[in-house]
């Protein structure tokens, strides 16, 4: 298959929406930008759609996926019921990066629950997103544009990389603005309990509607209720060790690779104090939390086989870091010290 490309960096194009918009409605797959990270659209109601972005991802089909609409109508139009903290959560959140998990209606596909009674559904913040999703006028479901296990893609080249050949189309959106995914929010209890950390932060979500749980990645574990969070996640090309505790030990875990006549590469983030010797490559992932977040996929990719046998990631202080990198960083790390 020849997956075609639009360009919309700078503004909208509606000739190439239209395009998009007529390959999705017939069954195809089209890749699209988001605030958060691309996104792998199919229409979410059309089941043998949605299989098609099981396969190019090589995604297990108990996982299920995110349905993204461009207004809060459409979202009502998918769950049954809507409770009214969740009216409080939309008026602040929505658009943005941010999914409700409510129970299902029926009306999207079965594959795209992954066999649960809930959807997750998002109204994402961007403008080509939610020209796209008005046109088509059908809601989208749409994992993270990436192959299984693999980081997220930040841009349109990064989606070309994990799907050329082998979907229909891909909008060029530019950069991702966030850089990490939207919070899952379990919207089926009392209370929201966030079931993955992302752009809208737990104090967030209890500033305005007074109370949230996060789920524990070892309650997870027991009772998966995100299906996602028991699979590997944004795994760079070679195998990562994180050292948070172990920070200020850095060289002498280069020095123990190098030995072994590894390759090194060394991700930093937070303020650089001190240059390390030798090493193959040095990534510098920002200073701060925003900055850290819209780099770190893209740095993650940039480390080739090849290039590099070992990535370190040094974490210094996890103040500046914040809590959704750190998380992100943990999940794709083979070891953490
Ligand atoms: O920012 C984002 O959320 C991006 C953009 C494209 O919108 N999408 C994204 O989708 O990250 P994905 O498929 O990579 O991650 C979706 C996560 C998975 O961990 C999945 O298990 C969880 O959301 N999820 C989806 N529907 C769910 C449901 N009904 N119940 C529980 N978890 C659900
Ligand atoms: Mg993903």
Not at 226 to 239: D, F, I, Q, R, T
Not at 261 to 281: A, H, M, N, S, T
């Amino acid at each position: 298959m020849i997956t075609k490309q639009w360009s919309m960096t700078d503004k909208l194009d509606m000739t190439n929406i239209e395009e998009a918009t007529y390959l999705l409605r017939s069954g195809e797959i089209v890749a699209f930008p988001t605030e958060t990270v691309y996104g792998l659209g199919a229409d979410a109601t059309n089941e043998r759609a949605v299989k098609k972005i099981f396969q190019a991802k090589g995604r297990p089909a108990d996982n299920p996926l995110i349905v993204h609409v461009a207004t809060k109508e459409q979202v009502a139009n998918l769950v049954e019921h809507i409770p009214s903290y969740v009216e409080i959560l939309m008026e602040h959140f929505s658009p943005g990066p941010i999914t409700y998990v409510l129970k299902s209606n029926g009306k999207v596909a079965s594959a795209v629950t992954g066999g649960l009674d809930t959807v997750g559904v998002r109204i994402p913040n961007h403008p080509v997103a939610l020209q796209l999703l008005q046109t088509c006028n059908i809601p989208l479901a749409a994992p993270s544009a990436n192959v299984s296990g693999k980081p997220s893609p930040t841009s349109a080249d990064h989606v070309a990389y994990d799907m050329d050949g082998k979907i229909a189309g891909i909008i060029d959106g530019g950069p991702s603005k966030n850089g990490l995914e939207s919070t899952v929010v379990d919207c089926t209890k009392e209370v929201p309990v966030i079931l993955r950390l992302g752009g809208i932060s737990a104090n967030q979500i209890e500033s305005v509607v007074g109370a949230v749980d996060v789920l524990t990645q070892t309650s997870a574990q027991h009772t998966p209720k995100s299906p996602g969070l028991k699979y590997k996640h944004y795994a760079p090309e070679v195998p990562l060790t994180l050292l948070i505790r172990q920070a200020n030990n850095a060289q002498q875990f280069i020095d123990k690779k190098k030995k072994k006549g590894l390759k090194v590469g060394i991700l930093w983030c937070g303020k650089l104090q001190r240059v390390f010797q030798p090493v193959e490559k040095v990534i510098h992932l920002g200073d701060n939390e925003k900055e850290i977040a819209k780099n770190l996929y893209a740095s993650l990719r940039s480390f080739k086989k090849g290039d590099v046998d070992s990535i370190i990631c040094i974490v210094p202080s996890t103040n500046d870091i914040g809590q959704v990198v750190i998380d992100r960083l943990q999940r794709a790390a083979t070891e953490i010290y």
